[in-house]
């Protein structure tokens, strides 16, 4: 990690939490711990923070570098992972099927006019789901 990057207040913390464990394993006096944690809390570098543990034996306690995340704004994780489908297309051709050969035309209408609302429907309904993912992801 470059030493000029800003650190956050959960890493200010681990560092006086590690501090405080040198303390109490006797490597640290009070006054030494006292002038190391107000200097923790004031630091606003990685370099500052390391220099505060130098000395001491252990890792250095900043949290590794997150993973680059893919810059393409790809589908999230979860739409790789389709589940199998019943192949709806056949029950519907065997549906069809039955009304033709009943000679139930009025029926077949009826059946139309129900798939284009269910269709419409579900359009709408993604339509409303994919405009809430975006905005609760551009957000973050």
Known sequence: MDDRMRVSDAD???????LRDHYAEGRLTQDELDERVSAALSAKTIG???SLTTDLPGPVPLPPRAAA???????PPWRHHRHHRPPVG???LIGLILLLASGGGWALFALFKLIL????VMMLTRIVIGLVYRRRHRSR
């Open 12 to 18: 200010r913390e681990a560092l006086t939490a590690r």
């Open 69 to 75: 995340r893919p810059s393409w704004g790809g589908p």
């Open 48 to 50: 500052d923070l390391r």
């Open 90 to 92: 056949l029950f519907v």
């Open 117 to 120: 609302v269910f269709w419409l």
